[in-house]
T-cell receptor, first 116, second 115 residues
Framework: AQKVTQAQTEISVVEKEDVTLDCVYE???????LFWYKQPPSGELVFLIR??????QNEISGRYSWNFQKSTSSFNFTITASQVVDSAVYFC?????????????FGEGTQLTVNP | DAGITQSPRHKVTETGTPVTLRCHQT?????MYWYRQDPGHGLRLIHY???????DKGEVSDGYSVSRSKTEDFLLTLESATSSQTSVYFC??????????????FGPGTRLTVT
């Protein structure tokens, strides 16, 4: 069975602070995919990134960076110099080749509030 | 923009009534999914489809049925709505093809309230 844990339910920071959102996953499959989605107050779900289990390179996209560590089963997300527009719920998710339909297993989400 | 629409966007219904939610996509993706989002649970899979007339259950399928008679439409039906089915429902598609991409793209959601 797959499981994703986002232990931080809510995080509040002041604009320009750096913030890291934690994600820990569990799976017995050797090939899997990890994702981050953003859900702003408007409610839509926005795909941010996919990471394959066989590629542990970290990734940076502007102010966003992702740290994938198989040794600790973690896929953490860092926002550098946070902005008010980053306020949203962020979901980490997992999919595996063995899971029927390649369904996504989501964590419970982390509510990030960036205050001006 | 993944070309996914959901209808209705909001609905209030009474306990015991049937409800059908529609998901429509414009890009002929094979895989389509229905999730529900509830506080403290993230998103959970209700049903999914891997082709016309090919569907399977997810982790929270009790009380729901689905149909897919055309590639572009995936219907979710609550046969007899209950208050526990008050939720936000999201439809998603998964692009296939040679890249075998596993990310899913979501529709705007339907907020359903069962009174």
């Amino acid at each position: 069975a797959q499981k994703v844990t986002q232990a931080q339910t809510e995080i509040s920071v002041v604009e320009k602070e750096d913030v890291t959102l934690d994600c820990v996953y569990e799976t017995r499959d050797t090939t899997y995919y990890l994702f981050w989605y953003k859900q702003p107050p408007s409610g839509e779900l926005v795909f941010l990134i996919r990471r394959n289990s066989f590629d542990e390179q970290n990734e940076i996209s502007g102010r966003y960076s992702w740290n994938f560590q198989k040794s600790t089963s973690s896929f953490n997300f860092t926002i550098t110099a946070s902005q008010v527009v980053d306020s949203a719920v962020y979901f980490c998710a997992l999919s595996t080749q063995e899971t029927s339909g390649s369904r996504l297993t989501f964590g419970e989400g982390t509510q990030l509030t960036v205050n001006p | 923009d993944a070309g996914i629409t959901q209808s209705p966007r909001h609905k209030v219904t009474e306990t015991g009534t049937p409800v059908t939610l529609r998901c429509h996509q414009t890009e002929n993706h094979r895989y389509m999914y229905w999730y529900r989002q509830d506080p403290g649970h993230g998103l959970r899979l209700i049903h999914y489809s891997y082709g016309v007339k090919d569907t399977d259950k997810g982790e929270v399928s009790d009380g729901y049925s689905v149909s897919r008679s055309k590639t572009e439409d995936f219907l979710l039906t609550l046969e007899s709505a209950t208050s526990s089915q008050t939720s936000v429902y999201f439809c998603a598609i998964r692009p296939g093809g040679l890249t075998r991409s596993y990310e899913q793209y979501f529709g705007p959601g339907t907020r359903l309230t069962v009174t």
